[in-house]
């Protein structure tokens, strides 16, 4: 007697009953297996991308914000920073390593980074073709730049302002070349385009006593002064407006020494016009934050899972109702209790067996739609059908679940009374 064939038999004569069973089952796995694997990896890109930045400075405003805008690039920028103030915090005796940042235009949603060599150096990031920027008017772009721009080595782009293909005006009169492109680093770097701090300034039309020009650069710039109308320098919703003089955005700071967080964030904020944020602490409050909403669909898809399993329960004992007689008789041909009861529990473990494996394709499915469209944002990069830690967990309590679902249907079924149910026939 094939006892798979036997158990799968009878749960196809009872079509809808299955299929709505391993259809709530599946839709609380995959609730679960959605949010398992949108934390695990929104946690780790969020540990990646803020690994050895200790503080970050920038202007006055939302903590929040400034770690967003600065370290992961998914929010605009509470404004710039003087130099002078600037400076003063970057040389300061608690800061071990500072990396300046001009942000303010992107490219096809792209964010342009105007900044040091020192930026990629601190993901370990190198280029996979060509190299690093050098003088003015030079880019080094990320791998996803590079592979949905189509942008080589070799071309020239135009940045616009603000952080969105849809934003504002494009600065065609001060082409940027791309020089090198960065090996995938799985961080940030990825989707930016880093060019020097000058490039940003000489872009924007901003002049300063430290940056370099050549002679076609003050011809060039000779040229888009003459042509480009007056722009306005007040704030416009949606960009950064234009500065009148050369500023940063913001300051990536590591300190010197441990000793320096507990007095240097509070020196630059009491001290300084600017404002010190601590990624590590902003983040984890975030993660709070997302972790309440997180929780509330975790205990959802704990529900349907129950629910399922009760259904599962339910069916097995009307089932078991139902072949009363088959049952006795199997009895009578020779099977054993023990063989009855395997019976039921293997049709269990069937149906929760088809209920997990639905519920995973389309959990993995539901991830990488969202993944998608988070990506398309230019948000952090996640892979939908990634496996991430805990999926085995899951089979395996699911699994586990539909085995003590069947235990009370799998005993009744163990404990038939021959003698009874033939004489009731």
Not at 172 to 201: C, F, H, K, R, Y
Not at 269 to 294: H, I, K, S
Request: proline share 3%; glycine share 8%.
């Amino acid at each position: 007697m094939n006892l798979f064939r036997l158990s799968a038999s009878y749960i196809k004569q009872r079509k809808l009953s299955t299929v709505l069973n391993v259809l709530v089952l599946a839709l609380g796995i995959a609730t679960i297996v959605v949010l398992l694997i949108l934390s695990t990896q929104v946690r780790d890109n969020l540990s990646n991308n803020s690994r050895g930045i200790d503080l970050v400075v920038g202007a006055k405003g939302s903590p929040m914000q400034l770690i967003l805008s600065a370290v992961y690039h998914i929010d605009a920028p509470s404004g710039n920073i003087a130099l002078d103030e600037a400076e003063r915090v970057m040389n300061d005796r608690a800061v071990g390593k500072a990396i300046p940042m001009a942000l303010g235009d992107s490219y096809q949603g792209f964010r342009v980074v105007g900044t040091t060599v020192d930026y990629p150096a601190h993901y370990e990031a190198a280029p996979d073709q060509g190299r690093l920027w050098e003088g003015n008017r030079e880019a080094t772009i990320g791998a996803r730049v590079a592979k949905e721009t189509g942008l080589g080595i070799g071309d020239t782009f135009a940045s616009s302002h603000g952080y969105s293909a849809d934003d504002g005006e494009e600065h065609a009169d001060n082409p940027v070349e791309v020089v090198g492109i960065l090996a995938e680093t799985g961080t940030v770097m990825d989707q930016l385009i880093l060019t020097s701090i000058e490039t940003v300034w000489l872009v924007h039309g901003i002049q300063h006593d430290d940056t370099e020009h050549s002679e076609d650069d003050h011809a060039h710039e000779e040229e888009a002064e003459q042509a480009a109308p007056v722009r306005d320098s007040r704030p416009t919703p949606g960009r950064q407006a234009e500065a009148a003089e050369a500023e940063y955005t913001a300051i990536l700071i590591s300190y010197s020494s441990p000793m320096a967080a507990a007095v240097f964030p509070r020196w630059v904020n009491n001290e300084t016009d600017l404002q010190a944020a601590a990624p590590a602490y902003e983040t984890a409050r975030l993660f709070n934050m997302l972790g309440v909403g997180f929780d509330a669909l975790r205990v959802f898809g704990l529900v349907l899972i129950l629910a399922a399993l009760l259904a599962v329960f339910v069916a097995l004992i009307n089932a078991l109702k139902e072949r009363r007689y088959d049952l006795a008789m199997m009895r009578t041909l020779g099977a054993s209790r023990i063989k009855l009861m395997s019976h039921v529990l293997l049709e269990g473990l069937i149906l929760s067996g088809m209920g997990t494996i639905l519920g995973l394709i389309l959990g993995h499915t539901a991830a990488a739609i969202l993944a998608s469209a988070v990506q398309e944002s230019r948000g952090m990069a996640l892979d939908g059908f990634a496996i991430v830690p805990g999926e085995g967990w899951i089979v395996v309590l699911a699994l586990g679940a539909g085995l003590i679902a069947s235990l009370i249907p799998a005993y009744q079924a163990y404990r038939t009374d021959i003698s009874s149910v033939l004489a009731e026939g």
